[in-house]
């Protein structure tokens, strides 16, 4: 049994996979059912008074009330498709599903029905929290032809039901069908749980963790520390490791990585693209309580979700947070040098993440208020959602219980921290330098250093000039173990600059060890006693450090002894009230209102098509794609934007061949305006809420209008939306297996406007085939079409960006997007399309506009212009840009960081 099975990159176990088996699956419909009889027994047995039939079911014959959905009978389209109602992630299923269920009701799904829409787990997550919930039982009926239209035969959509945790109670076969009675039972999950390598508690699990690091699987930092924490007071919490190269085998049973669901994905893929996404809803699908999910603010690794959330892509009862731990910002600001003062375009790319995740997540929690008001909000200017301030929990196993310390003379100085300037390594070497010269290490027998790695040669050498120093590289218990045996006879220092939470204070005071630290950032309340600070504490640089510690190694052991014994006991009864919080003990899991969800306004969509001599077997393509698509437009309208003459009538027949009467057609022609001057028109002449552009060359999917529909009905703040565009150049091409998604054959810019600085120097925003706020537009102006130069949607973006109006991607595959050699990107000049950007900077005037997308882009054009520095040579820049290609390949990236592994072994080994 294997978690890869239920996940969209392995289609669910269907054949038939990838983007054509998808728009195949759209294009065939089902043919009606037969009813077997078996399914009167089962209604008599279940003495069932409604019956909730999702299929193709032959008409009238089911002998109760019975509710039908069937995906080929929408209505006018203003109503949502009844596909999107069974298979979108905004928990539309879940509210559609409870608000069905009555003692007695019986459920039966047609696995034909599931076949066909893109993912069939929300209408089968719904059912199993149903079932869960309630007892109640599922009857599918697994039609023995389903393997026409790419579904499941008999024995694969059993196997399917096993693997995603349906207890298959009894499987009859009569009248061309399987009839498989399924249920979701505690105990039969938890063994279900546990064939997986799974923990049975985690059918309890209401809250999932993202994070990069757990120090339950290697040693860590902060972050780890906190998750091995929170799995040590919390039993209903999980854990999602975000390591792409982490091999699954030897988990505790509570973490999942992402190997577990799918093989050899970029870091880029996984968080910028699908991968992350895909291995939520695989997760939201097997544990079926998760009400919260909780990300770090490090790296930016949760800025996919909160925007999935906002756009419909996930589902909105789940609870967004975001742990507020390490961000960009945060760090620039400890380290306080020269090297801070300048953010890369990636470490700016984490600012704009970090703005858009503080500003729409449900919440955010700081553990002080130093990061969360003095930092982010007072510093940086961030807006905070629903911020609150939480100290953080810690496991008191970890520390051996309360003992009086009878404390000596100091003999030993031990810094605790990593090499860096942030932990104040510099500031230590050169306190110890100053207090040697001063004669104050007189009575020290060593100094010592816990850090992981190794320190730098020359920081090795000043030390060992001054005295007799070591470095000790220890796990997280051998470091507590090392502290706890020393406390008698030792001085710790923790120079930390501006951490806001540090444990390694927290585990100080829990030892009650003699140290010093400095008295910035969170430190200071971790302490939480002005006595203690004011006494063991200094400024943060060297010349104050050096003093401080000089104070305290003149003191006698009876002047801190008691004091430290007792600030030990009162910081121990804190935790152990904190964690008691944490644990969340005696309270009920967290269970989601599926009934409370925003209504969704009718479905007033019209599609505009502008067409300039495009070769007709593309616009045939994309002409069937919208006539395949499961929302209808209101209208189609294609603008000939001054076709050659005999291109005109062929386009009319085209249009008329493909489209028929199946949808409300207008053709608009006129003279060439270019192509933002043919979307105008389209702006103009439609009558709808909402209009989505595409260009002629380019394929809808079948979900592409309602999940932009969807995005758009619950954020009105948003003028536009639209998903990935996936590359192609032939539909032919497209392989039938999960590669284009999970390898992300499409762009993956950021998508908000937050991003508008940095899209000076390159384009973060969205594509121009999109769906729009149609008469919002038109107030704003359309497009620029002064010209027809390159980058018409760099600039429509930049100025809705800088006017102050709100756009988004939609992290979901939405659309192909075809490569042509003589595409408008790759044949119009582009000295007119930085005309057009400088144009659409709203709010600068030309000069300024033009001041700053050239001194954003003046080293554009030169290879490694990001890396340059006094430090590197050409080739080391070179060097370091191919392997930065190279690890984008899983296997070559596993590679080299063994590699580096062993190079950091040997090296510390002969030093």
């Not at 608000?99 to 719904?126: E, K, M, N, Q």
């Not at 938890?190 to 985690?202: D, F, I, K």
């Not at 990636?346 to 553990?367: G, T």
């Not at 309602?706 to 639209?722: I, K, Q």
């Amino acid at each position: 049994m294997s978690l890869k099975s239920i996940g969209a990159f392995a289609n669910f176990g269907r054949p038939g996979a990838g983007v054509p088996g998808t728009i195949e699956r759209a294009s065939a419909g089902i043919a009606q059912a037969a009813w077997p009889a078996g399914l009167d027994r089962y209604l008599a047995e279940k003495q069932s008074r409604h019956a909730v039939l999702f299929g193709a079911f032959e008409p009238g014959r089911c002998p109760v009330v019975a509710t039908v959905y069937d995906l080929d009978r929408d209505g006018d389209g203003r109503e949502p498709p009844t596909a999107w109602k069974l298979d979108n992630w905004t928990g539309q299923v879940d509210a559609l599903v409870r608000g069905h269920h009555t003692p007695g009701t019986a459920w039966i799904v047609s696995s034909a029905l599931l076949a066909r829409l893109a993912d069939p787990r929300p209408l089968l997550g719904a059912l199993k929290r149903l079932s869960l919930d309630e007892g109640c039982p599922v009857l599918f009926v697994a039609e023995q032809d389903g393997g026409r239209a790419h579904a499941w035969n008999p024995k694969q959509f059993a196997q399917f039901l096993e693997e995603s945790g349906f207890a298959l109670r009894r499987r009859d076969a009569e009248d061309g069908a399987a009839l498989i009675e399924a249920v979701v039972e505690r105990e039969a999950y938890g063994r279900y749980l546990e064939g997986l390598g799974l923990a049975p508690q985690l059918l309890d699990a209401d809250l999932l963790l993202l994070t990069t690091e757990d120090a339950t699987i290697r040693a860590t930092g902060g972050i780890g520390t906190y998750v091995k924490n929170i799995k040590a007071v919390d039993p209903r919490s999980a854990v999602i490791m975000c390591d792409v190269d982490l091999n699954p085998s030897g988990m505790d049973g509570r973490t999942f990585v992402p190997r577990m669901f799918f093989d050899d994905i970029s870091r880029e893929n996984f968080f910028d693209g699908l991968g992350l996404l895909e291995l939520l809803k695989g997760i939201l699908y097997l544990l079926p309580r998760v009400a919260t999910i909780e990300s770090q603010d490090y790296k930016s690794i949760g800025f996919r979700v909160v925007q999935a959330k906002r756009t419909g892509i996930l589902p909105q009862w789940v609870r967004v947070r975001v742990f507020m731990h390490g961000s960009i910002d945060y760090v620039k600001y400890g380290m306080q040098d020269d090297t801070a003062m300048d953010y890369t375009p990636h470490e700016l790319a984490w600012a704009v993440r970090d703005s858009y995740l503080f500003k729409y997540a449900d919440e955010c929690y700081s553990p002080s208020r130093y990061l969360g008001e003095r930092l982010l909000q007072q510093e940086f200017g961030y807006e905070l959602n629903q911020l609150s301030i939480t100290p953080l929990p810690f496991d008191l196993a970890l520390v051996p219980p309360p003992e009086t310390t009878n404390f000596q003379k100091v003999r030993r100085i031990v810094f605790i921290g990593k090499y860096n300037q942030l932990k104040g390594w510099p500031d230590f070497v050169a306190a110890m330098e100053s207090l040697a010269a001063e004669g104050k290490l007189a009575g020290i027998a060593e100094v010592v250093s816990l850090g992981p790695l190794s320190p730098g040669n020359a920081e090795r050498q000043r030390l060992d000039a001054i005295c007799n120093y070591k470095d000790l590289h220890l796990t997280h218990a051998q470091l507590l173990s090392f502290v706890h045996e020393r406390l008698a006879d030792t001085l710790f220092v923790v120079p930390s600059r501006g951490e806001n939470y540090p444990f390694v204070v927290l585990e100080q005071l829990l030892l009650g060890s003699l140290f010093v630290a400095y008295n910035t950032g969170g430190a200071v309340e971790v302490v939480d006693e002005p006595a203690h600070v004011q006494r063991f504490f200094s400024d943060p640089n060297p010349r104050a450090l050096a003093k401080k510690l000089g104070e305290v190694l003149a003191m006698s052991p009876g002047e801190y002894g008691a004091d430290l014994n007792a600030s030990r006991e009162r910081v121990r009864a804190r935790q152990v009230a904190i964690n008691a919080g944490w644990s969340r003990a005696g309270q009920q899991a967290g269970k989601p209102d599926w009934s409370r969800l925003p209504g969704m306004p009718a479905c007033d969509v019209s599609v505009v098509v502008p067409v300039f001599n495009t070769p007709l077997e593309y616009v045939e393509e994309a002409l069937a794609s919208i006539r395949r698509s499961r929302l209808k437009p209101r209208e189609l309208i294609v603008i000939d934007d001054g076709s050659e003459a005999a291109y005109r009538e062929q386009l009319a027949a085209l249009v008329e061949r493909v489209i028929g009467g199946a949808l409300a057609v207008r053709l608009h022609r006129q003279d060439n305006r270019g192509l933002a001057g043919a979307r105008n028109t389209g702006l103009e002449l439609s009558q709808s809420e909402l209009t989505f552009f595409v260009d002629s060359d380019d394929i809808l999917l079948p979900h592409t209008l309602d999940e932009a529909w969807a995005a758009m009905s619950l954020d009105p703040a948003l003028v536009a939306a639209t998903g990935f565009a996936l590359h192609f150049t032939d539909l032919k091409s497209l392989p039938r297996s999960a590669e284009p998604l999970q390898d992300g054959w499409f762009w993956k810019p950021l998508g908000v406007p937050e991003a508008k600085a940095l899209a000076i120097l390159e384009n973060q925003y969205i594509t121009a085939n999109v769906m729009v706020r149609t008469a919002r537009l038109r107030e704003l102006g359309g497009w620029d079409d002064t010209d027809r130069s390159v980058w018409e949607d760099w600039g429509f973006y930049s100025r809705l960006a800088w006017s102050g109006h709100r756009f988004s991607l939609i992290p979901s595959l939405g659309y192909l997007y075809r490569n042509t050699p003589g595409s408008m990107s790759k044949t119009y000049n582009k000295y007119f399309g930085r005309r057009r950007l400088v144009r659409n900077l709203a709010g600068f005037s030309r000069l300024d506009a033009n001041i700053l997308f050239s001194l954003a882009n003046a080293e554009g054009g030169k290879a490694g212009a990001k890396l340059a520095g006094a430090s590197l040579s050409e080739k080391e820049i070179e060097l370091i840009n191919m392997i930065r290609s190279m690890i984008q390949k899983p296997r070559l990236r596993r590679l080299f960081i063994a590699a580096y592994r062993g190079y950091s072994r040997v090296r510390r080994w002969f030093r």
